[in-house]
């Protein structure tokens, strides 16, 4: 008599498992090998980006913000399995329901705006020597001065960074008038018998916006420019200038004089080689005089 082997009584009675996962009959089944085939996925992904709008909507950066898109964004990010077709089909939906959104309202994807940099200076030595609570009590009371003038001129906060801040705004001027009341209020802001200096930078221009971030050449531009300030000093880009005009500025009742460069100090990175920038003074003298001042010596200086 033949006896049954285990194997034979294995693949009989499908005792043995191998491990690999069960394909489902039918539709169901077939759907679900596909949803998580890397082929398919990989082809979606590719499709993406011949799409309208930003092919990585839907990573931490472009779903952060306000609008439908990113809410929804992130409610899939949170819903929908990672490294599958449904996610990614999900997403490019989203994408051109984003991009739609941009066209139908008007919005440029890369519109011109003026992006603010402000922190303060020597701020980090005195809060070594403050100590935490006198730290916090300070960037709340700063915080508490400069914003709302800001959001006044249609200025809007993008994120707070320590002892620093970047803005945004849709025009130079009121960036302009904005940052100097800021400026001025900082200077009545006292804890522990210290008083802050502000300094600021601005910068027009279009950065690629990502979410509720900026990003881009023209982001860097401006944190350069805030680095040339001094204390309770104001810089602004020769971009930003050319947009207030001479009119602009006798309106902010200021001047500008062109900054000295920095002969032994190192190349500012990610920054044109012909960026130039201006000191912005308030105005002493009648408004008959030149708005845009120029320091002959130093224009010849580096000239030469």
């Given at each position: 008599?033949?006896?049954?082997?285990?194997?034979?009584?294995?693949?009989?009675?499908?005792?043995?498992?191998?491990?690999?996962?069960?394909?489902?009959?039918?539709?169901?089944?077939?759907?679900?090998?596909?949803?998580?085939?890397?082929?398919?996925?990989?082809?979606?992904?590719?499709?993406?980006?011949?799409?309208?709008?930003?092919?990585?909507?839907?990573?931490?950066?472009?779903?952060?913000?306000?609008?439908?898109?990113?809410?929804?964004?992130?409610?899939?990010?949170?819903?929908?399995?990672?490294?599958?077709?449904?996610?990614?089909?999900?997403?490019?939906?989203?994408?051109?329901?984003?991009?739609?959104?941009?066209?139908?309202?008007?919005?440029?994807?890369?519109?011109?705006?003026?992006?603010?940099?402000?922190?303060?200076?020597?701020?980090?030595?005195?809060?070594?020597?403050?100590?935490?609570?006198?730290?916090?009590?300070?960037?709340?009371?700063?915080?508490?001065?400069?914003?709302?003038?800001?959001?006044?001129?249609?200025?809007?906060?993008?994120?707070?960074?320590?002892?620093?801040?970047?803005?945004?705004?849709?025009?130079?001027?009121?960036?302009?008038?904005?940052?100097?009341?800021?400026?001025?209020?900082?200077?009545?802001?006292?804890?522990?018998?210290?008083?802050?200096?502000?300094?600021?930078?601005?910068?027009t221009g279009h950065p690629q916006r990502i979410g509720s971030d900026w990003l881009g050449v023209d982001v860097n531009i401006a944190a350069r420019v805030m680095e040339r300030a001094t204390k309770g000093g104001l810089v602004i880009s020769h971009a930003t200038l050319e947009r207030i005009?001479?009119?602009?500025?006798?309106?902010?009742?200021?001047?500008?004089?062109?900054?000295?460069?920095?002969?032994?100090?190192?190349?500012?990175?990610?920054?044109?080689?012909?960026?130039?920038?201006y000191r912005v003074r308030a105005r002493r003298e009648p408004p008959g005089r030149d708005v845009v001042e120029t320091d002959v010596a130093q224009e010849n200086a580096e000239g030469a």
């Amino acid at each position: 008599m033949e006896v049954e082997s285990f194997d034979e009584r294995s693949a009989r009675t499908g005792e043995i498992d191998s491990g690999a996962p069960r394909r489902q009959p039918g539709p169901l089944g077939w759907l679900l090998a596909t949803n998580h085939n890397v082929n398919a996925i990989d082809l979606i992904r590719r499709a993406r980006r011949a799409l309208p709008g930003d092919p990585d909507f839907g990573d931490p950066l472009s779903a952060a913000g306000e609008g439908g898109p990113r809410a929804a964004a992130r409610a899939a990010d949170r819903l929908l399995e990672r490294d599958a077709v449904s996610r990614e089909v999900s997403l490019g939906a989203l994408q051109v329901w984003q991009a739609l959104t941009e066209r139908v309202s008007g919005r440029p994807a890369n519109p011109e705006v003026t992006l603010v940099f402000t922190d303060l200076v020597g701020f980090s030595g005195w809060s070594l020597r403050a100590g935490d609570d006198a730290t916090l009590r300070l960037l709340r009371r700063v915080a508490q001065v400069i914003e709302p003038p800001m959001l006044a001129e249609g200025g809007r906060i993008v994120k707070r960074m320590g002892d620093g801040a970047m803005a945004v705004f849709g025009d130079p001027t009121t960036a302009v008038r904005a940052v100097r009341t800021a400026l001025d209020a900082v200077d009545t802001v006292d804890v522990d018998g210290y008083t802050p200096r502000m300094r600021a930078g601005i910068h027009t221009g279009h950065p690629q916006r990502i979410g509720s971030d900026w990003l881009g050449v023209d982001v860097n531009i401006a944190a350069r420019v805030m680095e040339r300030a001094t204390k309770g000093g104001l810089v602004i880009s020769h971009a930003t200038l050319e947009r207030i005009g001479d009119e602009g500025l006798v309106d902010l009742g200021v001047t500008v004089k062109r900054t000295r460069k920095q002969l032994f100090a190192a190349k500012p990175s990610g920054v044109p080689d012909d960026l130039l920038m201006y000191r912005v003074r308030a105005r002493r003298e009648p408004p008959g005089r030149d708005v845009v001042e120029t320091d002959v010596a130093q224009e010849n200086a580096e000239g030469a």
